[in-house]
Each structure stands twice: as C-alpha cells, then as structure tokens.
C-alpha cells in the first residue's frame, strides 16, 4: 500500500495562475482532508470529505476549491494564487467507521507551494 | 486564542532525559491526537486518545478529560527522538483536527 500519496512535492506559481495538488489514498478511507502549514504556526484545515461527493469547508477555505469524485481522490484547487497561500499542504486521510468512533489520521507527505 | 495550545515551544534536551510535553485544550473533543513531524517533514500519527493512559516503546501518553490536559512523555530520550511534536483535537463529522503549533526537540548526544 502506498498510503496517501501527493503531487506535485514542489511547486512556484506567479501571481493570478492557477494549479491542482493531487492527492490519492489506497485505504479506502472514506474521510479526507486538505490542510496548509506555514512557518511557526499549526497546520489549518483548509476543506475535508466525508465520502465520495460531499464536501465542506474549513477554517481556512477562502481562495481554494474541492472535489471529491471517488474515494480515491480529493483534489485541491488554486484559481487565483496569491502570496498569502504560499504553504506547505498535507492531504490526510482516515477511516471512518461510526458515529461514535476515532480513528488516526494518514498523512501525505506534503506538497511546498510557493507563489511569487 | 488558540482552541489547542502546547508547551514548551522548543526543547533542548540531553540523550537519556526524561522529557514531558503538555497540551491544553479549551473545548470539548471526540479524541485528542499525538503527531510526530519529521524534520524532512512527514507527519505521523502517534496516539490517539480520549481517556487514560497509552505506551508505545518508550513513548507515553495521557489525558485528563476533566482538566483538559494530555502530556506526552518520552523516557531515555535518543537524538533519533529529535523532531516536532503536535498535539491536536478531533471534533466533528469527520472527526478533523485542529492543531496546536507544536514542540521542537532537540536532544543533543
């Protein structure tokens, strides 16, 4: 199993372009998330899924978009990059079980953006 | 005010020392969660707890539901240990987390 995998590992964008970090899991884990990290501070939750074709935002979702097709995928999106979104993003991933349950989450190995 | 706050910040430690790092939260949660960050960057996931007490080698963890406390403690501490650990809460549908800004060990040879 590969876990979560992400691409690209590195990217720089200029200003107003627009990309898609890919990230894939191979757990069939029903629940994914998109999180940023930037220096000195907690990793934010951007937007998750709790299944294949719902979505829902985050603390921090303003200037990215999600989709979520297949249990597999969940593509994050920049449309207009700007400087403020220059981070380190991890996809995570879990499984979901019941209501009632906790599981660990699986990370990516991260994708560094930098927008200049 | 951050809903999950962690201390100390740094932490410089010698090989074989006792080290503790603490986690405060201010709301409730489903589980509360114990991260390692490598310094290439990699997260992985430690514990997973929402009452007691979990060993894993020489890494321990606790939580106290009532005070809203959880500390991990690692025992004879290793420069291989050097790394970022975050704790964070899980609350929610999809159970997602929200994050402290994490510890950086450093333990020297």
């Known amino acids: 199993n590969a876990g979560v995998t992400q691409t690209p590992k590195f990217r720089i964008l200029k200003i107003g372009q627009s990309m898609t970090l890919q990230c894939a899991q191979d757990?069939?884990?029903?629940?994914m998330y998109w999180y940023r990290q930037d220096p000195g501070m907690g990793l934010k939750l951007i937007y998750y899924?709790?299944?294949?074709?719902?979505?829902d935002k985050g603390e921090v979702p303003n200037g990215y978009n999600v989709s979520r097709s297949t249990t597999e995928d969940f593509p994050l999106r920049l449309e207009l990059a700007a400087p403020s979104q220059t981070s380190v993003y991890f996809c995570a991933s879990s499984y979901g079980g019941t209501s009632y349950s906790n599981q660990p989450q699986h990370f990516g190995d991260g994708t560094r953006l930098s927008i200049l | 005010k951050n809903e999950v706050e962690q201390s100390p910040q740094n932490l410089t430690a010698q090989e074989g020392e006792f080290i503790t790092i603490n986690c405060s939260y201010s709301?409730?949660?489903?589980?509360l969660h114990w991260l390692q960050q490598h310094p290439g960057g990699g997260i992985v996931s430690l514990f997973m707890?929402?009452?007691g007490k979990k060993k894993h080698g020489r890494l321990i963890a606790t939580i106290n539901i009532q005070e809203k406390h959880s500390s991990l403690h690692i025992t004879a501490s290793h420069p291989r240990d050097s790394a970022v650990y975050i704790c964070a809460r899980s609350s929610g549908s999809a159970r997602q987390l929200t994050f402290g800004s994490g510890t950086q060990l450093t333990v020297l040879p």
């Open positions: 899924s709790v299944g294949a074709g719902i979505t």
């Open positions: 709301v409730g949660i489903s589980a």
């Open positions: 757990m069939n884990h029903n629940y």
């Open positions: 707890l929402s009452s």
